[in-house]
């Protein structure tokens, strides 16, 4: 399961939540959507509509405040969606890291989010902008097309 946001607080008195979603993927607050939370309690979203960066969402047998209070920072998670057009974090922890001759730069131990364009955190702490990613096969290689010089450390 990833995470995918959060409750953030109640909205009105209706039982209505704010959501702030960490990913980039609106439809996790579609209507049916089933989100879980740590302890495993499931959420069926209602309706959601987009409302100054974040959802306020209704979820199915949350009603009142009392109720959408008692939810105030429960984690959300959901299953990975089956995109072969897109690269997800998950997939890429772990993984190898090569240029595009073949040498290996390193292994990914992280993703760092950055206005510009989100870092690959290799083992020895070099950071490879993902916009220099020219390919990848998931859990197991990433191939990266970079600048001459970008990694040295002069």
Known sequence: MLGVGAIVKPHGLGGDVIVKLTTNRDERVDPGVVLTAEDGRTFRVVRSSFHRGRFIVTFEGVSGIDEAEALRGTQLFAPPLEDPDELWVHELIGARVEDTSGTVLGTVD????????????LDGGALIPLRFVVGSEPGVRVTVDIPDGLLDLG
């Open 110 to 121: 992280g993703v760092q989010a950055n206005p510009a364009s989100d870092l690959l955190v």
